[in-house]
């Protein structure tokens, strides 16, 4: 195998890019090209300071077989390697290869690592493995001369399977929380004077909503300190970004005229990823972020789609929708220092 590093993103290697995710075993929105671009250029919405990309192709041939997107920068004094998306804003990450070459091309990958001189890194971390990936048995059998490597899980990212109707939804879910989801409902119906859920498509409102939306965000104090305004930055472009995919699901629920809580998501047709929210506080008599979460469970049932992805986070409220548990892990390598 021949592996080819670069230090740019090279707009020529896009559509071979993102052909070879559509194939290979994490085809997340993450790993897309446009969006790690995106990333960054605003390193991760600030949260770091500097680096150099050090992305690895690996080519059987002519025919790209593998991507590594990789980045070196210094953390805490030492040079290291991680993921481009660490670790914050891109909720799953991995290498990109097929099924049938993801060993072949991890291998290859560890080894030219392995052989690189130690001023190129003393830490390498892989951040947001999901649990389907190859990469976690393959890494965790791996060696490299002089490093300690280690497998740790990190996160959980709960996944919701969706059946075929929604009375067959709530008919699965916890009896007080059916109940529950169905009070609320019934609240914001009978009692509000008007109601609208509704999604934003086309780019030229994107600049209205997306700030809407993280006005909405801004809400919570936790997000209001994140949002820094290179966050804010970046939340807005991956919105624009997602919006020229075609892969951008961005809805509200207004009541009584005000815009009371707003979902950004992915939809690649199958799978609705929530990527982030924001409520109106308001407006938390009518329980805003479960009316409009119960909505946009209905619609993806009602247009075939067959999961929501809460992604990473253990907040309750994804559990009493009927998300169950996946793991996040993070791979390492350490160098050993001779003392």
Known sequence: MNLQTLNHFPKELEHEWNALLARSTTNVPFLRFGY??????TMGGGEWDSGELFIHLGYEGEKLIGIAPL?????????????????????????IATPEDYREFLAALLEHLGNEDPAVWEKVVFANVPE?????????ESTISN??????KTFSAPLLSLPSNWEEYLAGLDKKQRHEIRRKIRRVQQEAVDQRFYFVEGNQALPQYGNAFLDLMKEDDAKKEFLSPSMQEAMLAIMNWG???????????????????????????NTISIYNSGFKNDMQYFS???VLLSYLIE???KNSRE???????????????????TTLYQGSIERITKS
């Open 147 to 152: 490093a300690n490597i280690l497998l740790e």
């Open 36 to 41: 790690l671009e995106k990333w960054w250029q």
């Open 71 to 95: 980045f070196r920068t210094v953390k805490e004094g030492k040079p290291i390697v991680a993921f481009i998306g660490s670790v914050e804003i891109s909720d799953y990450l991995d290498i």
């Open 299 to 301: 619609w993806a049932i």
């Open 132 to 140: 389907s990936s190859p990469f976690l048995s393959l890494f965790a």
């Open 307 to 325: 999961k929501i992805d809460f992604m990473r986070g253990s907040e309750s409220y994804k559990y009493k929708f009927g998300g169950v548990d």
């Open 288 to 290: 805003p972020g479960w």
């Open 243 to 269: 919006d020229d995919e075609g892969i951008l699901r961005l809805c509200f629920l207004d009541i009584n005229g005000v815009t009371a809580a707003g979902y950004f998501c992915f939809d690649d047709g």
